[in-house]
């Protein structure tokens, strides 16, 4: 089964940016889809963004406008580029990747706080 793992999450102002990374052990390039989930504190798990392997992305409401998805297929690495965070943003992001299986990172903290 692919690793998964997330980088790039911390403390951030309102209003300010963060990029995540999701660095993959495998070629991203075999999975039907790959994407971001997040979950607050009392929350269920939502989706961010997703990207399939065309490149059709899905967005969660909440993020459209404000947050995009991009891949490096050399670096296997998939990017959550987040501007505009909002307190409401703070969760645990987590990478996904569809394939024949389902894989998940074990999440990086983003806490968007003054």
């Known amino acids: 089964q692919v690793q998964l793992v997330e980088s790039g999450g911390g403390l951030v102002q309102p209003g300010g940016s963060l990029r995540l990374s999701c660095a993959a052990s495998?070629?991203?390039?075999?999975?039907?889809?790959m994407g971001w989930y997040r979950q607050a504190p009392g929350k269920e798990r939502e989706l961010v963004l997703l990207?399939?392997?065309?490149?059709?992305?899905n967005y969660g409401d909440s993020v459209k406008g404000r947050f995009t998805i991009s891949r490096d297929f050399v670096k296997n690495t998939v990017y959550l580029q987040m501007n505009s965070l909002k307190p409401e943003d703070t969760a645990v992001y987590y990478c996904?990747?569809?394939?024949?299986?389902?894989?998940w990172g074990k999440g990086t903290l983003v806490t968007v706080s003054s």
């Open positions: 996904k990747a569809i394939g024949a299986s389902t894989s």
């Open positions: 495998g070629s991203i390039f075999s999975f039907n889809a």
């Open positions: 990207i399939t392997r065309g490149g059709i992305t």
